[in-house]
């Protein structure tokens, strides 16, 4: 079992900042996983945002968040984080936590967090 629980979500007006937090636990949790952020906003498929490997040694981000969002990790806290500044009314979604054994490959998804950004 894999359980990923995230935080952080909110009201925020456009220009300001949010971080997201996702930690995960279970008997089958690995910590080597890839671990990352999708959103999915009414109306619209879930799309990637963003995924950093064990130790955020590697990361990928989408081209729509790139050099706005920032993805990293806390081993020791089996965490994730997802620091997003200058935010847009577009990035209004639900924010999905994920992990998985490879980047592409998302096995786990936590429950989501609602960030929604005012204009």
């Known amino acids: 079992q894999v359980q990923l629980v995230e935080s952080g979500g909110g009201l925020v007006q456009a220009g300001g900042s949010l971080k997201l937090s996702c930690e995960g636990s279970g008997r089958t949790f690995n910590n080597y996983y890839v671990m990352g952020w999708f959103r999915q906003a009414p109306g619209k498929e879930r799309e990637f945002v963003a995924a950093?490997?064990?130790?955020?040694?590697?990361?990928v981000y989408a081209d729509s968040v790139k050099g706005r969002f920032t993805i990293s990790r806390s081993n020791a806290k089996n965490t994730v984080y997802l620091q997003m500044n200058s935010l847009k009314p577009d990035d209004t979604s639900v924010y999905y936590c994920?992990?998985?054994?490879?980047?592409?490959?998302?096995?786990?998804w936590g429950q989501g967090t609602q960030v929604t950004v005012s204009s």
């Open positions: 994920t992990a998985g054994p490879r980047f592409g490959e998302y096995d786990y």
């Open positions: 950093a490997s064990y130790a955020g040694g590697s990361t």
